[in-house]
């Protein structure tokens, strides 16, 4: 089983920076797409950004788009999620997926996954 593991969640103010982190233990880590998604409370988990094998093409969700830069570091199995200037409706738990099934293109939709790491939280105050 393939493990994913996200770090770097915090408690923020609207208009500050985070960078999120996830690593993966996976010896094809650098062959797949990846991406994020996040969980707002008491709502459906939703795409945020993705990344193709190399890292030459990247993905966000309307919401994000110009605020997050998702990019990768193929020689140390991981991936990252630049968030600036947050706000409050960026409050979730952010997932990162790994998707062998995609030809390294990006990943598929939430409900296409079983595994899930831990996520780490987020949580942006106004």
């Known amino acids: 089983q393939v493990e994913l593991v996200e770090s770097g969640g915090g408690l923020l103010q609207s208009g500050e920076s985070l960078r999120l982190s996830c690593a993966v233990s996976s010896r094809t880590a650098a062959t797949v797409g990846m991406g994020w998604f996040r969980q707002p409370s008491g709502k459906e988990r939703e795409f945020v950004a993705s990344?193709?094998?190399?890292?030459?093409?990247?993905y966000y969700a309307d919401s994000v788009k110009g605020r997050f830069t998702i990019s990768r570091d193929n020689a140390l199995q991981t991936m990252y999620l630049q968030m600036d200037r947050l706000e409050p409706e960026d409050t979730a738990v952010y997932y990162c997926?790994?998707?062998?099934?995609?030809?390294?293109?990006?990943?598929?939709?939430?409900?296409?996954?079983?595994?899930w790491g831990r996520g780490t939280q987020v949580t942006v105050s106004s």
């Open positions: 990344i193709n094998w190399d890292g030459s093409r990247t």
């Open positions: 997926q790994r998707d062998p099934l995609t030809n390294g293109v990006g990943i598929r939709g939430p409900k296409e996954y079983h595994y």
